[in-house]
T-cell receptor
Framework: AQSVTQPDIHITVSEGASLELRCNYS??????LFWYVQSPGQGLQLLLK??????LVQGIKGFEAEFKRSQSSFNLRKPSVHWSDAAEYFC????????????FGQGTILTVHP | SAVISQKPSRDICQRGTSLTIQCQVD?????MFWYRQQPGQSLTLIAT?????????ESGFVIDKFPISRPNLTFSTLTVSNMSPEDSSIYLC???????????FGPGTRLLVL
């Protein structure tokens, strides 16, 4: 069965600092990997996705993520965080025989200090 | 990406009553999904709704409690029946587009059951 682990429940960074949110997955085949962001009171917005090819993917709002098969990881990064990035971030995995279903991690809440 | 709307955006209901949530997409899609996000939790898939067939429910979710309709390729409804306070959650619909199985989410329906 597929699963996703986001080890950090809550992360606090200062505005302008770099950010890395961790995501580890378990999946029996080549995964499709996604990062979504949920701002307070909002739905989920897709930040980026990995399907195949280049393991470093660029997303919206200056985010990027790197797929590392050997480590079963898909960590999200941003070089300089803005106060508007404060939100909850979800990593998700799908693909193969999942028939379109996604499995989500528990989420990481990001707080940004001025 | 698809533009998805949900109605109502939020509601407060009495226990024992039922609420029907609507999901409208601006383009035709084959696969639609309904998720539940309990307070402080991640997303849990309730069911997959394909047009022209019965919805497929995940373990722990049953049709009598969460009946789903999918009358056409742009619309679906989820009913939360005989509600109890434990049903207080955000309910989100999503659609799958593209070969990478990317899912796009609606803004969610915030339900509080008293």
């Amino acid at each position: 069965a597929q699963s996703v682990t986001q080890p950090d429940i809550h992360i606090t960074v200062s505005e302008g600092a770099s950010l890395e949110l961790r995501c580890n997955y378990s999946y029996g085949a080549t995964p499709y990997l996604f990062w979504y962001v949920q701002s307070p009171g909002q739905g989920l917005q897709l930040l980026l996705k990995y399907f195949s090819g280049d393991t470093l993917v660029q997303g919206i709002k200056g985010f990027e993520a790197e797929f590392k098969r050997s480590q079963s990881s898909f960590n999200l990064r941003k070089p300089s965080v803005h106060w508007s990035d404060a939100a909850e971030y979800f990593c998700a995995v799908g693909g193969g025989t999942s028939y379109g279903k996604l499995t989500f991690g528990q989420g990481t809440i990001l707080t940004v200090h001025p | 990406s698809a533009v998805i709307s949900q109605k109502p955006s939020r509601d407060i209901c009495q226990r024992g009553t039922s609420l029907t949530i609507q999901c409208q997409v601006d383009s035709q899609v084959t696969m639609m999904f309904w998720y539940r996000q309990q307070p402080g939790q991640s997303l849990t898939l309730i069911a997959t709704a394909n047009q022209g067939s019965e919805a497929t429910y995940e373990s722990g979710f049953v049709i009598d409690k969460f009946p789903i309709s999918r009358p056409n390729l742009t619309f679906s409804t989820l009913t939360v029946s005989n509600m109890s306070p434990e049903d207080s959650s955000i309910y989100l619909c999503s659609v799958r587009q593209g070969r990478e199985e990317t899912q796009y989410f609606g803004p969610g329906t915030r339900l509080l059951v008293l």
